[in-house]
Nanobody, 124 residues
Framework: QVQLVESGGGLVQAGGSLRLSCAAS????????MGWFRQAPGKEREFVSA????????YYADSVKGRFTISRDNAKNTVYLRMNSLKPEDTAVYYC?????????????????WGQGTQVTVSS
């Protein structure tokens, strides 16, 4: 079993920054990747970023490329999402997730375990 706990969300003005954290516990050593998704009211959950557990390759949605950075601390089993130059359209609940098997990483169905989510609100 795997547990994920996100933290770091909040209210920030446009142009500001936040860093989200996702602490994983349980059987994470054989995972494929950890990812971040977000879901705004009335919209579908969308891919934001992911990092491979082995090798550390990173992936970003076009909408956040150049502004967001995903990283990991293997010793702490924690993944971070640094979000710079935030825009009002980044407002959403942000979820971290673990993909336990396979190779695909950009769809919610590629992931097996989810955190509870953390709210990010960007004011204009």
């Amino acid at each position: 079993q795997v547990q994920l706990v996100e933290s770091g969300g909040g209210l920030v003005q446009a142009g500001g920054s936040l860093r989200l954290s996702c602490a994983a516990s349980g059987r994470t050593f054989s995972s494929n990747a950890m990812g971040w998704f977000r879901q705004a009211p009335g919209k579908e959950r969308e891919f934001v970023s992911a990092i491979r557990w082995s090798g550390g390759s990173t992936y970003y949605a076009d909408s956040v490329k150049g502004r967001f950075t995903i990283s990991r601390d293997n010793a702490k089993n924690t993944v971070y999402l640094r979000m710079n130059s935030l825009k009002p359209e980044d407002t959403a609940v942000y979820y971290c997730a673990i993909s336990a098997t396979g190779w695909a990483i950009t769809q919610p169905s590629d992931y097996n375990y989810w955190g509870q989510g953390t709210q990010v609100t960007v004011s204009s």
